[in-house]
């Protein structure tokens, strides 16, 4: 298909550190709550490094201990158990083993060893890893290990008991202690996640709110070339996009990262050699990783575009619904809408091929290392070497570490499309308003100054485009375009379509400026008046009446609570609008759906006298507000027209010249030339362009 408007810039970067420094400028309202968040997260990180261990202490310790650490008396050589164990043996509990209480000078370590359903007390003896070299003499007394010879002590089944009992109370301890940090985990998590997901809120709300600000605030020349659909895939979806990379990329992959070295060093610490088996996967996992951020990038970067694009082709499309059918075009415009919608198609399922490849390479990476920990790991159990604690405790580490790697697709997902929203949205921001307003505007009216708001119009030598450089003549809409309207007087501005005549009602509002000349209100260089302040002056009533949804009197009002319900009562009536108003069901409460489809052509315009005339404007501008109407509601219409202009500078643009015949002064354009000025008779008596319109009209309306 061809470039149209809807065609969108390509983004190269998958990231961009100014862009992300302009995100972190936004971010600064948010920092307390971000901040806090980040504590509680680091505190559910430390947490979830702390519970495999604890699991690990349970196993290795007290559930199944291959060997447990005691401390017995250095001058009780025969260590009596039976007799006196209080005093005799120390079974070190979690909080001893943590304050280290029981490092004393009367005790010194020894180990209650267990092979082949036989539990020995090894006195003296520290916990090893190296007992696969443990060798028990043939008297049953000594004990050799690493070439160090130990006494050893056979424990009694009544001896045995009292361990047992020691390491029932001390599992019960941990799993009081393990839920304790179970429950601590959710409350930090709960915290870590409300607190950011408010803030990163609150961060897209300042954004959201600036964006719509500043493209209100744009001249009509931006939207001729901005879409719809673009706009609001601006404020909306991309918006979203950024809110899902502070919750879902910026803080939790500072987790992520933490979650790693952590695991990395408390698996190093427990066991290194086993840790080296858990990572001999990386190089698969680093590979991977970077073959899935360069195709990734390049997919995500053709969604994107061909996403945007069908939002503003749909906007398009839906709001001219109407012109689709009058002209029976559905079959063709579904096949453009097709056309769009298969490329895009193709995009996602290139997407979706790249994620579907990396995901189960990062499992297999997994499944990998876990079998390698199992061949490995459960090996050396079987010898002794390892504790079956340790083995648990790395088989959980290990889902733990290969989580975040495994997250990675989503969240370089996320950050790709958020990086390509945010430097979109940024480029709308930076985008400058072409009208722009004196540093030091001049008031139009100024009551201390003695200078009060009449009205008077003047047009001097006005040349305008909307090219922004118009080379030659033909470029320019209005070529040296001069006229004044005086105060309270009509001027009727007619012509050909396209001569320029709502051209220079847009002028007028100034929602473009000229390239050459001037245009003045009581003598004020429109350019120097703060723009806001002369729109609160002029009331323009188009063709093509826009009502919001909302009711009748919202509608009238617009936003301006300081109208009141009878003043707007009062207005409806001066215009013939009331007469049907008051046979709505519910009157001035009646519901308006969007752009007010439900009402008539001819009561949508007596709306649009009403809205206009309540703010009592100096100015008046109607824009072609006769045409497409019935007869009859085009006499109340008329009449309306006839009241709202007294004592108002009026510009009235119409087709129909009968409606114009008591102007003060009538206008003729011709491509984008003042060809005739004079009233009604004046300009019939030079017999030239206007009395052809004239003659025109007045015999079609004989014919018809």
Known sequence: MAETIH??????????????????????SQWLLLGISIILMLLVTALDLAIPYVTKIAIDEYISPKQQQVYTLKDDPNVSLASDLSASLILPSISEKVLGTYKTTAYEPSVLYTEDGVTYLVKGMSRSKSLETFKLANDGQTATLD?????????????????????????????????????????????????????????????????????????????????????????SNDMDNINEMFTNVLVTSIKDFLLLIGTLVVMSIIDFKLTLICFSTMPLVLISASIFRKKARNVQREVKVKLAK???????????????????????????????????????IAETRVYAIFRPTMNLAYSLSLGLLL?????????????????????????????????????????????????????????????????HPVPLANASAGRHFSGEIAFEDVWFSYQANPQTDDDYVLKGVSFKAGVGESIALVGATG??????????????DIQKGRITIDGVDIRDVDKHKLREHIGIVLQDVFLFSGDIKSNIRLYNESITDENIKEIAKYVNADG????????????????????????????SFARALVFDPGILILDEATSNIDTETELLIQDAINKIIKGRTTLIVAHRLSTIQHASKIIVMSKGEIKEMGNHQELLSKRGMYYDLYTLQYSESVYN
């Open 147 to 235: 070439g160090v010879t130990y006494k050893v002590k056979s424990v009694t089944a009544t001896e045995l008991d009292v361990v047992k009992a020691n390491n029932k109370h001390q599992i019960l301890v941990l799993t009081l202690t393990l839920g304790s940090l179970l429950v601590i985990s959710f409350f930090c998590a709960f915290g870590h996640t409300y607190l950011l997901n408010y803030g990163s809120q609150k961060i897209v709300y300042n954004m959201r709110e600036e964006l719509y600000s500043h493209i209100q605030n744009m001249s009509l020349s931006f939207f001729d070339k901005n879409p719809v659909g673009r706009l609001v895939t601006r404020v």
């Open 375 to 439: 061949w490995f790991g459960g090996g050396d159990a079987i010898k002794g070497a390892v504790e079956l604690g340790v083995l648990v405790a790395f088989i959980t580490y290990t889902q733990q570490f290969f989580r975040p790697i495994m997250d990675l697709s989503e969240k370089f997902n996320i950050l790709q499309s958020s990086m390509a929203s945010a430097e979109r949205i940024f480029m709308l921001l930076d985008e400058k308003e072409s009208i722009v307003n004196p540093t």
């Open 310 to 348: 069908i939002n503003a082709t749909l906007a398009e499309n839906i709001n001219g619904m109407k012109i689709i059918q009058i002209f029976n075009k559905e079959k063709d415009i579904y096949e453009d809408f097709d056309a769009i919608n298969t490329d895009f198609l193709k995009s996602t």
């Open 499 to 512: 001569s320029g005549k709502t051209t220079i009602i847009s002028l007028l509002n100034r929602f473009y």
């Open 580 to 607: 049907f108003i008051s046979k709505l069901p519910l009157g001035y409460d009646e519901p308006v759906v969007e752009r007010g489809a439900t009402l008539s052509a001819g009561q949508r315009q007596l709306l």
């Open 7 to 28: 065609q969108e810039k390509e983004i190269e970067k998958s990231f961009d550190s100014s862009i992300m420094k302009r995100l972190m400028h936004y971010a600064k």
